[in-house]
Protein backbone atom coordinates (compact mmCIF):
# COMPACT_ATOMS: atom_id res chain seq x y z
CA UNK A 1 0.00 0.00 0.00
CA UNK A 2 1.65 3.18 -1.17
CA UNK A 3 0.14 5.50 2.30
CA UNK A 4 1.88 4.89 5.17
CA UNK A 5 2.22 6.38 8.87
CA UNK A 6 5.41 8.23 9.51
CA UNK A 7 7.15 9.42 12.68
CA UNK A 8 8.77 13.20 12.21
CA UNK A 9 12.26 13.26 13.45
CA UNK A 10 11.08 16.67 15.23
CA UNK A 11 11.47 17.46 18.27
CA UNK A 12 7.98 17.69 20.03
CA UNK A 13 8.82 20.58 21.75
CA UNK A 14 9.35 22.56 18.81
CA UNK A 15 6.49 20.61 16.70
CA UNK A 16 3.44 23.35 17.48
CA UNK A 17 5.86 26.41 17.30
CA UNK A 18 7.55 25.99 13.94
CA UNK A 19 5.12 26.31 10.78
CA UNK A 20 4.05 23.12 9.58
CA UNK A 21 4.84 24.29 5.47
CA UNK A 22 8.33 24.36 7.12
CA UNK A 23 8.56 20.78 6.94
CA UNK A 24 7.54 20.02 3.53
CA UNK A 25 9.38 22.82 2.01
CA UNK A 26 13.25 21.29 3.76
CA UNK A 27 11.16 17.74 3.32
CA UNK A 28 9.46 16.34 0.30
CA UNK A 29 9.17 19.70 -1.43
CA UNK A 30 12.40 20.83 -1.53
CA UNK A 31 12.94 21.08 -4.97
CA UNK A 32 10.51 23.37 -5.92
CA UNK A 33 11.49 25.51 -2.70
CA UNK A 34 14.58 26.33 -3.80
CA UNK A 35 15.74 28.33 -6.18
CA UNK A 36 16.36 26.67 -10.00
CA UNK A 37 20.31 27.53 -10.80
CA UNK A 38 21.37 29.00 -7.95
CA UNK A 39 24.01 27.39 -5.90
CA UNK A 40 24.33 29.25 -2.57
CA UNK A 41 21.11 30.17 -1.38
CA UNK A 42 19.67 31.97 1.69
CA UNK A 43 16.27 31.12 3.66
CA UNK A 44 14.85 33.94 5.99
CA UNK A 45 13.50 32.86 9.25
CA UNK A 46 11.28 34.47 10.89
CA UNK A 47 10.42 34.42 15.13
CA UNK A 48 7.95 35.53 16.93
CA UNK A 49 8.90 35.36 20.71
CA UNK A 50 6.85 35.15 24.00
CA UNK A 51 5.98 38.19 25.51
CA UNK A 52 8.91 39.23 27.49
CA UNK A 53 12.50 40.15 26.58
CA UNK A 54 14.92 37.65 25.34
CA UNK A 55 15.60 35.01 27.49
CA UNK A 56 19.84 34.86 27.81
CA UNK A 57 20.26 31.33 26.66
CA UNK A 58 17.68 31.70 23.49
CA UNK A 59 19.47 34.68 22.71
CA UNK A 60 23.23 32.81 22.43
CA UNK A 61 21.31 29.84 20.61
CA UNK A 62 20.36 32.01 18.03
CA UNK A 63 23.16 34.45 17.67
CA UNK A 64 25.33 30.73 17.27
CA UNK A 65 22.81 29.48 14.67
CA UNK A 66 22.49 32.92 12.75
CA UNK A 67 26.51 33.62 13.18
CA UNK A 68 26.37 36.93 12.47
CA UNK A 69 29.48 38.77 14.54
CA UNK A 70 28.19 41.54 14.53
CA UNK A 71 24.77 40.76 16.61
CA UNK A 72 25.80 41.98 20.34
CA UNK A 73 26.47 38.91 22.87
CA UNK A 74 23.84 40.11 25.39
CA UNK A 75 19.80 40.05 24.44
CA UNK A 76 19.06 43.72 23.63
CA UNK A 77 16.42 44.77 26.28
CA UNK A 78 13.93 46.89 23.29
CA UNK A 79 13.94 43.58 21.03
CA UNK A 80 11.20 43.42 18.77
CA UNK A 81 8.73 40.22 19.36
CA UNK A 82 9.44 39.22 15.64
CA UNK A 83 12.63 39.24 14.20
CA UNK A 84 14.07 37.68 10.75
CA UNK A 85 17.20 35.98 10.15
CA UNK A 86 18.94 34.18 7.08
CA UNK A 87 20.47 31.05 7.23
CA UNK A 88 22.43 28.89 4.31
CA UNK A 89 19.52 26.52 3.22
CA UNK A 90 21.24 23.39 4.57
CA UNK A 91 21.54 25.06 7.62
CA UNK A 92 18.42 26.01 8.06
CA UNK A 93 16.61 22.02 8.23
CA UNK A 94 19.27 21.15 10.59
CA UNK A 95 18.52 24.33 12.88
CA UNK A 96 14.95 22.60 12.96
CA UNK A 97 16.06 18.95 13.59
CA UNK A 98 19.03 19.68 16.12
CA UNK A 99 17.95 19.21 19.98
CA UNK A 100 20.81 21.12 21.20
CA UNK A 101 17.93 24.22 19.98
CA UNK A 102 14.89 23.09 22.09
CA UNK A 103 15.64 25.94 25.03
CA UNK A 104 15.52 28.22 21.65
CA UNK A 105 12.12 27.05 20.77
CA UNK A 106 10.83 26.67 24.18
CA UNK A 107 10.98 30.75 23.57
CA UNK A 108 9.23 31.43 20.71
CA UNK A 109 5.37 31.81 19.92
CA UNK A 110 5.71 30.77 15.79
CA UNK A 111 8.53 29.96 13.63
CA UNK A 112 8.06 29.98 9.53
CA UNK A 113 10.43 30.23 6.78
CA UNK A 114 10.12 32.63 3.63
CA UNK A 115 10.76 31.80 0.01
CA UNK A 116 15.04 31.85 -0.06
CA UNK A 117 17.26 34.37 -1.82
CA UNK A 118 20.44 34.02 -3.11
CA UNK A 119 23.32 34.15 -1.10
CA UNK A 120 24.54 37.09 -2.82
CA UNK A 121 21.64 38.99 -1.71
CA UNK A 122 21.91 39.04 2.08
CA UNK A 123 24.91 40.62 4.07
CA UNK A 124 28.08 38.60 5.03
CA UNK A 125 28.34 37.12 8.41
CA UNK A 126 30.07 39.61 10.38
CA UNK A 127 28.91 42.65 8.53
CA UNK A 128 28.42 45.95 10.13
CA UNK A 129 28.11 48.86 8.59
CA UNK A 130 27.80 52.45 10.22
CA UNK A 131 25.98 54.22 7.32
CA UNK A 132 22.90 56.30 8.34
CA UNK A 133 19.91 57.04 6.21
CA UNK A 134 19.93 60.50 4.83
CA UNK A 135 16.21 61.46 4.48
CA UNK A 136 14.98 64.57 2.13
CA UNK A 137 16.57 67.94 3.40
CA UNK A 138 13.03 69.40 2.70
CA UNK A 139 11.74 70.38 5.80
CA UNK A 140 8.12 69.08 6.75
CA UNK A 141 4.94 70.69 5.69
CA UNK A 142 1.57 71.21 7.27
CA UNK A 143 0.43 69.12 4.11
CA UNK A 144 3.23 66.67 4.38
CA UNK A 145 1.82 62.99 4.21
CA UNK A 146 3.84 59.48 4.14
CA UNK A 147 2.65 57.11 1.83
CA UNK A 148 3.85 53.25 1.54
CA UNK A 149 3.98 51.05 -1.27
CA UNK A 150 4.50 47.22 -0.70
CA UNK A 151 4.43 45.39 -4.27
CA UNK A 152 6.33 44.35 -7.64
CA UNK A 153 7.58 46.07 -10.28
CA UNK A 154 7.46 49.61 -8.89
CA UNK A 155 8.12 52.59 -11.22
CA UNK A 156 10.06 55.07 -9.30
CA UNK A 157 11.26 57.20 -11.77
CA UNK A 158 7.86 57.84 -13.40
CA UNK A 159 6.50 61.33 -14.09
CA UNK A 160 3.07 60.81 -11.69
CA UNK A 161 5.64 60.52 -8.74
CA UNK A 162 8.10 63.63 -9.29
CA UNK A 163 7.44 67.06 -7.96
CA UNK A 164 7.03 70.43 -10.53
CA UNK A 165 10.83 70.82 -10.46
CA UNK A 166 11.45 67.71 -11.93
CA UNK A 167 12.71 65.74 -8.80
CA UNK A 168 10.96 62.79 -7.35
CA UNK A 169 8.60 62.88 -4.53
CA UNK A 170 10.18 58.93 -3.42
CA UNK A 171 12.50 59.09 -0.58
CA UNK A 172 13.67 55.90 -0.83
CA UNK A 173 13.30 52.48 -2.39
CA UNK A 174 14.25 49.50 -0.66
CA UNK A 175 14.44 46.18 -3.47
CA UNK A 176 14.55 43.04 -1.57
CA UNK A 177 16.45 40.60 -3.42
CA UNK A 178 19.06 42.64 -5.52
CA UNK A 179 22.82 42.45 -4.62
CA UNK A 180 23.72 43.06 -0.76
CA UNK A 181 25.75 46.00 -1.97
CA UNK A 182 23.82 49.21 -0.37
CA UNK A 183 21.83 47.22 2.25
CA UNK A 184 19.02 49.78 4.30
CA UNK A 185 20.48 49.77 7.74
CA UNK A 186 18.82 47.65 10.16
CA UNK A 187 18.22 45.34 7.99
CA UNK A 188 19.85 41.61 6.16
CA UNK A 189 18.84 41.97 2.35
CA UNK A 190 18.81 43.37 -0.82
CA UNK A 191 19.77 47.33 -1.36
CA UNK A 192 18.55 50.93 -0.82
CA UNK A 193 17.75 53.61 -3.53
CA UNK A 194 17.83 56.80 -2.03
CA UNK A 195 16.06 60.38 -3.35
CA UNK A 196 19.54 61.58 -4.48
CA UNK A 197 20.23 58.96 -6.27
CA UNK A 198 16.94 58.86 -8.02
CA UNK A 199 17.10 63.02 -8.50
CA UNK A 200 20.80 61.64 -10.08
CA UNK A 201 19.30 59.17 -12.35
CA UNK A 202 16.52 61.77 -13.47
CA UNK A 203 18.82 64.30 -14.50
CA UNK A 204 21.48 61.91 -16.14
CA UNK A 205 19.72 59.71 -17.75
CA UNK A 206 18.40 61.32 -20.82
CA UNK A 207 17.27 60.79 -24.73
CA UNK A 208 17.71 64.60 -25.71
CA UNK A 209 14.98 66.54 -23.36
CA UNK A 210 13.13 63.19 -22.49
CA UNK A 211 13.93 61.33 -19.15
CA UNK A 212 14.59 57.71 -20.03
CA UNK A 213 12.76 55.51 -17.78
CA UNK A 214 14.38 52.11 -19.16
CA UNK A 215 18.22 53.35 -18.75
CA UNK A 216 17.36 54.64 -15.02
CA UNK A 217 16.25 51.25 -13.78
CA UNK A 218 18.99 49.67 -15.53
CA UNK A 219 21.75 51.30 -13.95
CA UNK A 220 19.73 51.40 -10.75
CA UNK A 221 19.90 47.41 -10.83
CA UNK A 222 16.48 46.82 -11.34
CA UNK A 223 15.69 45.82 -14.63
CA UNK A 224 19.80 44.54 -15.69
CA UNK A 225 19.23 41.98 -18.11
CA UNK A 226 22.86 40.81 -17.36
CA UNK A 227 21.20 39.70 -13.79
CA UNK A 228 18.75 36.36 -13.22
CA UNK A 229 15.22 36.93 -12.37
CA UNK A 230 12.45 38.48 -13.52
CA UNK A 231 12.66 42.26 -14.63
CA UNK A 232 9.15 43.27 -13.12
CA UNK A 233 9.77 46.95 -15.06
CA UNK A 234 11.05 45.70 -18.15
CA UNK A 235 7.23 45.35 -18.89
CA UNK A 236 4.76 47.73 -20.68
CA UNK A 237 2.29 47.88 -17.36
CA UNK A 238 3.23 45.84 -14.08
CA UNK A 239 1.28 45.65 -10.29
CA UNK A 240 3.24 48.08 -8.78
CA UNK A 241 2.81 50.92 -11.60
CA UNK A 242 -1.12 50.25 -11.00
CA UNK A 243 -1.36 50.51 -7.43
CA UNK A 244 1.54 53.27 -6.70
CA UNK A 245 -0.43 55.53 -9.13
CA UNK A 246 -3.87 55.02 -7.44
CA UNK A 247 -2.52 55.61 -3.79
CA UNK A 248 -0.29 58.50 -4.74
CA UNK A 249 0.07 59.53 -8.51
CA UNK A 250 -0.30 63.05 -9.31
CA UNK A 251 0.23 65.57 -12.29
CA UNK A 252 3.85 66.97 -11.47
CA UNK A 253 2.46 70.85 -11.40
CA UNK A 254 -0.73 69.30 -8.98
CA UNK A 255 1.40 67.24 -6.75
CA UNK A 256 1.12 67.46 -2.57
CA UNK A 257 3.81 67.34 -0.28
CA UNK A 258 2.91 62.97 -0.52
CA UNK A 259 6.60 61.59 0.04
CA UNK A 260 7.04 57.71 -0.96
CA UNK A 261 8.83 55.02 0.68
CA UNK A 262 8.69 52.07 -1.41
CA UNK A 263 9.83 48.36 -0.74
CA UNK A 264 9.82 45.72 -3.77
CA UNK A 265 9.08 42.92 -2.93
CA UNK A 266 11.23 39.42 -4.02
CA UNK A 267 10.21 38.49 -7.29
CA UNK A 268 10.18 34.67 -6.01
CA UNK A 269 7.21 35.46 -3.41
CA UNK A 270 5.70 37.10 -6.06
CA UNK A 271 5.57 34.81 -9.14
CA UNK A 272 4.94 31.84 -6.45
CA UNK A 273 1.79 31.87 -4.31
CA UNK A 274 1.68 28.00 -3.74
CA UNK A 275 2.45 27.85 0.37
CA UNK A 276 5.72 29.53 0.99
CA UNK A 277 5.49 32.45 3.49
CA UNK A 278 5.26 36.17 2.79
CA UNK A 279 5.41 36.82 6.13
CA UNK A 280 9.54 37.36 6.63
CA UNK A 281 9.33 39.68 3.91
CA UNK A 282 6.21 41.47 4.66
CA UNK A 283 7.23 42.24 8.50
CA UNK A 284 10.42 43.83 7.38
CA UNK A 285 8.43 45.79 4.60
CA UNK A 286 6.38 47.49 7.54
CA UNK A 287 9.34 48.06 9.75
CA UNK A 288 11.40 49.85 6.74
CA UNK A 289 8.74 52.38 6.25
CA UNK A 290 7.98 53.10 10.01
CA UNK A 291 11.33 53.48 10.12
CA UNK A 292 11.73 55.80 7.09
CA UNK A 293 8.79 57.86 8.19
CA UNK A 294 10.46 58.65 11.67
CA UNK A 295 13.84 59.48 9.68
CA UNK A 296 11.93 61.65 7.41
CA UNK A 297 9.74 63.31 10.53
CA UNK A 298 13.01 63.95 12.39
CA UNK A 299 13.59 63.30 16.10
CA UNK A 300 10.67 63.91 18.17
CA UNK A 301 8.55 64.38 15.41
CA UNK A 302 5.75 62.41 13.79
CA UNK A 303 4.35 62.63 10.50
CA UNK A 304 0.57 60.56 8.98
CA UNK A 305 1.68 57.72 7.40
CA UNK A 306 -0.38 55.62 4.72
CA UNK A 307 1.38 52.07 3.48
CA UNK A 308 -0.51 50.10 1.11
CA UNK A 309 0.38 46.02 0.87
CA UNK A 310 -1.98 44.82 -1.96
CA UNK A 311 -1.16 41.15 -1.89
CA UNK A 312 -3.11 38.21 -0.32
CA UNK A 313 -3.40 34.31 0.58
CA UNK A 314 -6.72 32.58 0.28
CA UNK A 315 -5.39 29.81 3.20
CA UNK A 316 -5.03 30.27 6.21
CA UNK A 317 -7.27 30.75 9.91
CA UNK A 318 -8.88 34.12 8.85
CA UNK A 319 -9.45 35.24 12.27
CA UNK A 320 -6.60 37.86 12.96
CA UNK A 321 -3.96 35.98 13.95
CA UNK A 322 -1.41 35.16 10.78
CA UNK A 323 1.73 36.46 11.23
CA UNK A 324 1.31 39.23 9.34
CA UNK A 325 -1.70 40.46 10.53
CA UNK A 326 -0.21 39.97 14.00
CA UNK A 327 2.96 42.35 13.27
CA UNK A 328 0.68 44.75 11.53
CA UNK A 329 -1.69 45.47 14.36
CA UNK A 330 1.27 45.31 16.89
CA UNK A 331 3.00 47.84 14.72
CA UNK A 332 0.05 50.02 13.75
CA UNK A 333 -1.36 49.71 18.05
CA UNK A 334 2.21 50.69 19.47
CA UNK A 335 2.78 53.86 16.64
CA UNK A 336 -1.27 54.94 16.97
CA UNK A 337 -1.11 55.08 20.58
CA UNK A 338 2.12 56.70 21.02
CA UNK A 339 1.12 60.42 22.58
CA UNK A 340 2.08 62.93 19.57
CA UNK A 341 2.61 60.53 17.15
CA UNK A 342 -0.05 61.18 13.71
CA UNK A 343 -1.94 58.51 12.62
CA UNK A 344 -0.62 55.69 10.65
CA UNK A 345 -3.04 53.07 8.80
CA UNK A 346 -2.16 50.31 6.55
CA UNK A 347 -4.75 48.93 3.77
CA UNK A 348 -5.06 45.16 2.52
CA UNK A 349 -7.39 44.44 -0.38
CA UNK A 350 -10.57 42.23 0.42
CA UNK A 351 -9.52 39.93 -2.35
CA UNK A 352 -10.21 38.20 -5.50
CA UNK A 353 -11.49 34.76 -5.01
CA UNK A 354 -15.29 35.26 -4.41
CA UNK A 355 -16.11 32.36 -7.26
CA UNK A 356 -12.99 30.23 -6.90
CA UNK A 357 -14.23 27.32 -5.02
CA UNK A 358 -11.33 27.36 -2.56
CA UNK A 359 -13.34 27.57 0.83
CA UNK A 360 -15.74 24.62 2.45
CA UNK A 361 -17.69 24.66 5.26
CA UNK A 362 -18.82 21.26 6.96
CA UNK A 363 -20.74 20.53 9.97
CA UNK A 364 -22.05 17.46 11.51
CA UNK A 365 -25.22 16.38 13.24
CA UNK A 366 -23.70 13.28 14.87
CA UNK A 367 -20.84 11.32 15.73
CA UNK A 368 -19.90 8.73 13.14
CA UNK A 369 -20.73 11.07 10.54
CA UNK A 370 -19.01 11.70 7.17
CA UNK A 371 -18.48 14.80 5.03
CA UNK A 372 -15.82 14.34 1.77
CA UNK A 373 -14.32 17.58 -0.07
CA UNK A 374 -13.42 16.42 -3.66
CA UNK A 375 -10.51 18.13 -4.61
CA UNK A 376 -9.99 18.57 -7.77
CA UNK A 377 -6.32 18.78 -8.87
CA UNK A 378 -5.63 20.45 -12.19
CA UNK A 379 -2.47 18.49 -14.89
CA UNK A 380 -0.01 20.55 -15.99
CA UNK A 381 0.10 22.37 -12.42
CA UNK A 382 4.06 23.00 -12.23
CA UNK A 383 3.82 23.83 -8.85
CA UNK A 384 2.95 22.07 -4.97
CA UNK A 385 -0.95 22.28 -4.03
CA UNK A 386 -1.69 22.45 -0.11
CA UNK A 387 -4.89 22.84 1.77
CA UNK A 388 -5.60 24.20 5.13
CA UNK A 389 -8.51 22.06 7.12
CA UNK A 390 -8.99 24.32 10.08
CA UNK A 391 -10.93 22.84 12.82
CA UNK A 392 -13.09 24.56 16.19
CA UNK A 393 -10.96 25.81 18.79
CA UNK A 394 -11.09 22.85 22.16
CA UNK A 395 -10.42 23.49 25.69
CA UNK A 396 -7.91 20.48 25.24
CA UNK A 397 -6.52 17.94 23.41
CA UNK A 398 -8.61 15.52 22.34
CA UNK A 399 -9.44 13.51 19.42
CA UNK A 400 -12.92 14.82 17.71
CA UNK A 401 -12.54 14.38 13.62
CA UNK A 402 -10.13 12.19 11.42
CA UNK A 403 -9.28 12.39 8.26
CA UNK A 404 -8.36 10.06 5.13
CA UNK A 405 -7.42 10.91 2.02
CA UNK A 406 -8.46 8.56 -1.56
CA UNK A 407 -6.33 9.08 -4.45
CA UNK A 408 -7.28 9.86 -8.05
CA UNK A 409 -6.49 5.75 -8.55
CA UNK A 410 -8.42 4.72 -5.39
CA UNK A 411 -5.35 4.60 -2.76
CA UNK A 412 -7.73 5.37 0.85
CA UNK A 413 -4.65 6.64 3.29
CA UNK A 414 -5.00 5.21 6.94
CA UNK A 415 -7.01 7.89 9.23
CA UNK A 416 -5.37 10.98 10.71
CA UNK A 417 -6.72 12.05 13.37
CA UNK A 418 -6.52 15.66 15.48
CA UNK A 419 -3.56 15.61 18.04
CA UNK A 420 -1.93 12.67 15.88
CA UNK A 421 2.22 12.79 16.46
CA UNK A 422 2.41 10.56 13.38
CA UNK A 423 2.09 11.94 9.75
CA UNK A 424 0.88 10.90 6.35
CA UNK A 425 2.84 10.00 3.16
CA UNK A 426 1.75 8.76 0.05
CA UNK A 427 4.99 7.08 -1.12
CA UNK A 428 5.18 5.29 -4.90
CA UNK A 429 8.72 4.18 -6.02
CA UNK A 430 10.16 6.06 -2.51
CA UNK A 431 8.98 9.12 -4.00
CA UNK A 432 6.31 11.01 -1.59
CA UNK A 433 3.66 12.55 -3.35
CA UNK A 434 1.59 13.48 -0.83
CA UNK A 435 1.61 14.62 2.55
CA UNK A 436 -0.61 15.31 5.67
CA UNK A 437 -0.19 16.20 8.96
CA UNK A 438 -1.84 17.39 12.03
CA UNK A 439 -0.37 20.71 13.55
CA UNK A 440 -1.48 22.82 16.09
CA UNK A 441 -1.04 26.34 16.40
CA UNK A 442 -1.29 27.92 20.04
CA UNK A 443 -2.23 31.18 21.38
CA UNK A 444 -3.45 33.62 20.13
CA UNK A 445 -4.75 31.15 17.52
CA UNK A 446 -5.40 28.36 19.10
CA UNK A 447 -6.71 26.29 16.79
CA UNK A 448 -5.69 22.42 15.04
CA UNK A 449 -5.11 22.47 11.93
CA UNK A 450 -4.85 19.96 9.17
CA UNK A 451 -2.46 20.04 6.13
CA UNK A 452 -2.86 18.44 2.79
CA UNK A 453 0.60 18.78 0.14
CA UNK A 454 0.40 17.53 -2.91
CA UNK A 455 3.71 17.35 -5.41
CA UNK A 456 3.33 19.03 -8.73
CA UNK A 457 1.30 17.20 -11.79
CA UNK A 458 3.60 18.23 -14.10
CA UNK A 459 7.46 18.80 -14.22
CA UNK A 460 9.86 20.14 -17.41
CA UNK A 461 12.59 17.82 -17.35
CA UNK A 462 15.81 18.69 -19.05
CA UNK A 463 16.35 17.26 -22.63
CA UNK A 464 18.62 14.64 -21.56
CA UNK A 465 16.20 12.71 -18.78
CA UNK A 466 14.76 9.71 -20.13
CA UNK A 467 12.50 9.96 -16.99
CA UNK A 468 11.27 12.16 -14.70
CA UNK A 469 13.81 12.85 -11.84
CA UNK A 470 11.51 14.33 -9.90
CA UNK A 471 8.19 13.47 -8.07
CA UNK A 472 4.81 14.32 -9.61
CA UNK A 473 1.15 13.47 -8.15
CA UNK A 474 -1.40 12.44 -10.19
CA UNK A 475 -4.06 15.11 -10.97
CA UNK A 476 -7.77 14.28 -10.79
CA UNK A 477 -10.10 14.61 -7.72
CA UNK A 478 -8.73 13.48 -4.25
CA UNK A 479 -11.23 12.64 -2.14
CA UNK A 480 -10.72 14.73 1.59
CA UNK A 481 -13.19 12.97 3.99
CA UNK A 482 -13.70 14.18 7.14
CA UNK A 483 -15.38 11.32 9.93
CA UNK A 484 -17.31 13.28 12.93
CA UNK A 485 -15.81 11.41 16.21
CA UNK A 486 -16.64 13.93 18.75
CA UNK A 487 -17.70 17.76 17.23
CA UNK A 488 -21.02 18.98 18.15
CA UNK A 489 -23.59 20.07 15.47
CA UNK A 490 -22.64 23.93 16.09
CA UNK A 491 -19.02 23.31 15.83
CA UNK A 492 -17.66 24.06 12.49
CA UNK A 493 -14.92 22.88 10.26
CA UNK A 494 -13.52 25.26 7.70
CA UNK A 495 -11.15 24.46 4.28
CA UNK A 496 -9.21 26.40 2.64
CA UNK A 497 -7.37 25.62 -0.83
CA UNK A 498 -3.89 27.16 -0.62
CA UNK A 499 -3.65 30.03 -3.20
CA UNK A 500 -1.47 28.27 -6.51
CA UNK A 501 -2.11 30.85 -9.99
CA UNK A 502 0.27 33.51 -11.05
CA UNK A 503 0.25 36.83 -11.16
CA UNK A 504 -0.84 39.01 -14.14
CA UNK A 505 2.85 39.24 -16.03
CA UNK A 506 3.93 36.12 -15.05
CA UNK A 507 4.92 33.18 -16.26
CA UNK A 508 1.99 30.85 -15.37
CA UNK A 509 2.99 27.39 -13.54
CA UNK A 510 0.75 27.27 -10.94
CA UNK A 511 -2.72 26.08 -11.59
CA UNK A 512 -5.37 26.48 -8.82
CA UNK A 513 -6.83 23.72 -7.15
CA UNK A 514 -10.46 23.60 -5.82
CA UNK A 515 -13.27 21.78 -4.36
CA UNK A 516 -15.40 20.09 -7.11
CA UNK A 517 -18.41 19.79 -5.26
CA UNK A 518 -21.79 18.74 -7.74
CA UNK A 519 -24.30 20.54 -5.81
CA UNK A 520 -22.16 24.15 -6.19
CA UNK A 521 -23.93 26.23 -8.86
CA UNK A 522 -21.44 28.51 -10.82
CA UNK A 523 -23.88 29.67 -12.86
CA UNK A 524 -27.74 30.79 -12.32
CA UNK A 525 -30.54 30.95 -14.92
CA UNK A 526 -30.00 33.63 -16.60
CA UNK A 527 -26.49 32.77 -17.02
CA UNK A 528 -25.20 35.38 -15.08
CA UNK A 529 -22.63 33.91 -11.84
CA UNK A 530 -24.44 33.37 -8.94
CA UNK A 531 -23.62 35.24 -6.08
CA UNK A 532 -25.06 33.75 -3.24
CA UNK A 533 -24.39 30.34 -1.33
CA UNK A 534 -26.48 27.45 -1.14
CA UNK A 535 -27.27 26.22 2.59
CA UNK A 536 -26.77 22.76 1.59
CA UNK A 537 -23.72 22.97 -0.31
CA UNK A 538 -20.50 22.83 1.79
CA UNK A 539 -18.56 24.95 -0.79
CA UNK A 540 -19.32 28.23 0.24
CA UNK A 541 -18.41 32.10 -0.76
CA UNK A 542 -18.71 33.61 2.05
CA UNK A 543 -15.35 33.18 4.03
CA UNK A 544 -13.00 33.38 0.87
CA UNK A 545 -11.51 36.58 2.20
CA UNK A 546 -8.09 37.47 1.86
CA UNK A 547 -6.28 35.37 4.90
CA UNK A 548 -3.98 38.19 5.48
CA UNK A 549 -7.43 40.88 5.87
CA UNK A 550 -9.18 40.42 8.94
CA UNK A 551 -6.47 41.64 11.69
CA UNK A 552 -7.89 44.31 13.91
CA UNK A 553 -6.17 47.65 12.37
CA UNK A 554 -6.02 47.35 9.20
CA UNK A 555 -7.84 48.64 6.90
CA UNK A 556 -9.75 46.41 4.25
CA UNK A 557 -11.07 48.30 1.00
CA UNK A 558 -12.24 47.25 -2.52
CA UNK A 559 -12.87 48.40 -5.69
CA UNK A 560 -16.37 49.57 -6.98
CA UNK A 561 -18.43 50.29 -10.08
CA UNK A 562 -18.67 53.73 -10.79
CA UNK A 563 -21.52 53.98 -12.43
CA UNK A 564 -23.45 53.21 -9.34
CA UNK A 565 -20.27 52.57 -6.42
CA UNK A 566 -22.01 48.99 -6.07
CA UNK A 567 -19.20 46.50 -5.63
CA UNK A 568 -18.54 44.40 -8.95
CA UNK A 569 -19.93 41.82 -9.87
CA UNK A 570 -17.05 39.69 -10.23
CA UNK A 571 -15.05 38.52 -9.09
CA UNK A 572 -15.87 39.87 -5.40
CA UNK A 573 -14.74 38.95 -1.96
CA UNK A 574 -16.39 38.65 0.91
CA UNK A 575 -18.54 41.74 2.50
CA UNK A 576 -17.99 40.81 6.19
CA UNK A 577 -14.47 40.82 7.81
CA UNK A 578 -13.83 37.60 10.18
CA UNK A 579 -12.18 39.45 13.22
CA UNK A 580 -12.86 39.72 16.70
CA UNK A 581 -15.37 42.72 16.80
CA UNK A 582 -18.54 43.51 15.03
CA UNK A 583 -18.12 43.11 11.29
CA UNK A 584 -17.39 46.25 8.69
CA UNK A 585 -19.25 46.49 5.40
CA UNK A 586 -16.81 45.64 2.36
CA UNK A 587 -16.52 45.14 -1.32
CA UNK A 588 -13.99 43.70 -3.19
CA UNK A 589 -10.67 44.84 -4.03
CA UNK A 590 -7.87 44.03 -6.49
CA UNK A 591 -5.29 41.30 -5.11
CA UNK A 592 -2.17 40.62 -6.54
Not at 23 to 36: H, I, M, S
Not at 96 to 114: A, P, S, V, W, Y
Not at 269 to 294: C, F, H, M, W
Not at 314 to 320: R, S
Amino acid sequence: MPWKRVQPKIDPASRSVIDPYSYWALGPGLQDFRLPSVAEQSVPVLLRRKEGPWDKDAWALWRSATEMTGMPEKPPRDAEPFDVGFFPLPKALRLIEDRRFRRFFETLEHFTLGPPLPSSSVIPRGYKETRSFQPSSQAATPGTVIIGIIDDGIPFAHERFRKADGTTRVESVWVQHGPSVNVPIGFDNGFEIPKADIDNYLATCRQGDNIDEDEIYRRAGVSDFNRDGRKSLAWRASHGAHVMDLACGWDPDEAPDWRIVCVQLPTATTADSSGASLAPYAVKALEYIRNRAQAIAGPSQSLPVAVNFSYGLLAGPHDGTHEIELDYDRILREHNTTPGNKPMRVVIPSGNSHLARAHATVAFQANGDEATLPLRVLPDDLTPSFVEIWLPPAAAAENRVELTIATPQGDISPPLEESDSFILQYDVAGKVLCEARYHFSPAPTGRGMFLISLQPTMRIESENSLVPTDPVAPAGLWNLTLKNLQLSSGEAIEAWVQRDDAPVGYRRRGRQSYFDVPSYNIYGHDGGSLEEDDPACPVKRAGSINAIATGKNTIVIGSCCERNCGPPPIPQADRSRRRPEPPHPIAAAPMH
